[in-house]
């Protein structure tokens, strides 16, 4: 049978199985494994549990664990309480500068707990019904929220770059320093459509009768300021050539722990026992979605699908832009159906050849599926971000939170069209910090 046939079986099989609700790595899982029968035998059995094993044997994916439990510790404390309360402080009288406060923290938020659904229930617990006792429109206050939730996903350190870079076998050093720049540009374009929407309608958005005093502004960042420096740390170790990332993801779990402990006293074993537990279950589901995407990828390559669709699209005659355009809206389809680390791990291997060939650079590449990923946390049907603002504010309904959310994917758009046109924002960073990759 043509491979390109067998690959199209493929993509509807693995389409029907996730639409059942299974987990995404049994779904994998079993789509490979009848495939395999299906067209190399019952023999083929023999390679599976070999393939399964081998998609986790890696050093690097001590990473992973180590800084699910950094966000773990961070998401159980009062952090990010404390780090909206500091940038509401610092931004009461800015014309929409609650909106902005919430933004501000979801972006640091995110770069400490590498999660976005942590990242809403962390700063939308207390942001949304602050904003809504204050005036917010309900679908500018929650969407605000769910797209600066997604933000985790790129900025460093993230956990979708470290698959990225074991799936590609590209540095994730490099890949953490290519998502800075348009993590902080996300921010921007999304804090700036929030102050223009805030000057477009006359919106004041703060209580002229409450100030806050100088001593009230600094009192709050000593529980603030060492998680800053905790980011900066892990940062300047993996890119000081001092540690490598699971090195780094592991002083950075444990100094993490020690923070939550000194500053909010969280030191009780019911509760240090609870952020391992919660961590072990998010860590050991990522890594078997991991496992299940290498016994995945193998399948593939031995019935020679990825091979004939790289060939197949190699061979297009068209600009490489419309390419990218093409690879865009395949991946912002696919974001809207399956969590990221599921998308990379399925569809990096067999594009990376592809985007090189175009002439881009991987790294931008990454940035610009992160971003694509980012899209599909906060797009139905799935929308895992709609679902956890939802959770937060039952009272508001999914149409009014997607309908506040939709100006903010258009900033996401626009983010990439930049990245088109710009892809030092990207590329930059990486080459000024580490040199030209080789």
Not at 170 to 193: Q, Y
Not at 323 to 350: D, K, R, S, Y
Not at 430 to 435: E, F, I, N, Q, Y
């Amino acid at each position: 049978m043509d491979p390109l046939l067998i690959g199209l079986l493929v993509a509807v099989a693995t389409m029907i199985v996730l639409a059942t609700g299974i987990p995404v790595a049994f779904g994998l899982g079993l789509v490979s494994v009848v495939f395999l029968v299906a067209f190399e035998g019952l023999n083929s059995l023999g390679i599976v549990a070999e393939t399964f094993f081998g998609g986790v044997a890696e050093f690097s994916l001590v990473s992973i664990p180590m800084f699910i439990v950094m966000g773990a510790a961070v998401a159980s404390s009062p952090a990010g309480k404390d780090l909206f309360e500091a940038f509401d402080r610092w931004l009461h009288r800015v014309p929409g500068g609650l909106i902005v406060a919430n933004l501000g923290a979801c972006s640091i938020f995110a770069a400490l707990s590498g999660s976005s659904p942590a990242t809403c229930a962390a700063i939308g617990k207390m942001g949304i019904p602050e904003m809504r006792k204050r005036g917010y429109p309900d679908g500018l206050a929650t969407g605000a929220i769910a797209a600066g939730g997604t933000l985790g996903i790129l900025i460093p350190p993230s956990i979708t770059m470290i698959v990225y870079g074991i799936s590609t076998e590209t540095s994730i050093g490099r890949l953490f320093l290519a998502g800075v720049l348009p993590g902080m540009m996300l921010t921007a374009l999304f804090m700036a459509w929030s102050l223009y929407v805030a000057w477009r309608h006359g919106y004041k958005f703060h209580d002229p009768l409450k100030r806050f005093s100088i001593k009230e502004r600094l009192e709050v960042l000593p529980r603030v300021l060492p998680f800053l420096l905790l980011i900066v740390g892990i940062l300047f170790v993996l890119y000081g050539g001092v540690a490598t990332p699971s090195e780094a993801a592991g002083v950075g779990a444990l100094f993490c722990l020690v923070l939550v402990a000194v500053i909010y006293r969280v030191w009780q074993p019911r509760r240090i026992w609870s952020i391992i537990s919660d961590s072990m279950k998010e860590s050991v589901m990522i890594l078997m979605i991991i496992a299940a995407s290498a016994l995945f990828s193998y399948m593939m390559s031995l019935l020679f699908v990825t091979q004939s669709v790289a060939g197949f699209i190699a061979a297009m005659e068209v600009n490489r832009w419309v390419l990218m355009a093409i690879i865009n809206v395949f991946l912002l389809v696919a974001g809207c159906f399956l969590p990221p680390v599921a998308v990379i791990l399925m569809t990096a291997p067999i594009l990376l050849p592809i985007i090189q060939q175009a002439g881009f650079d991987p790294y931008w590449f990454a940035v610009i599926l992160t971003i694509n990923m980012e899209i599909g946390l906060i797009t139905p049907p799935v929308g895992l971000n709609l679902f956890v603002i939802n959770g937060i504010a039952p009272d508001i309904s999914l149409q009014t939170i997607l309908k506040g959310a939709l100006p903010f994917m258009l900033c996401m758009v626009l983010g990439i069209v930049l990245l088109c046109f710009f892809p030092q924002i990207a590329t930059w960073l990486p080459v000024a910090v580490m040199g030209r990759a080789l």
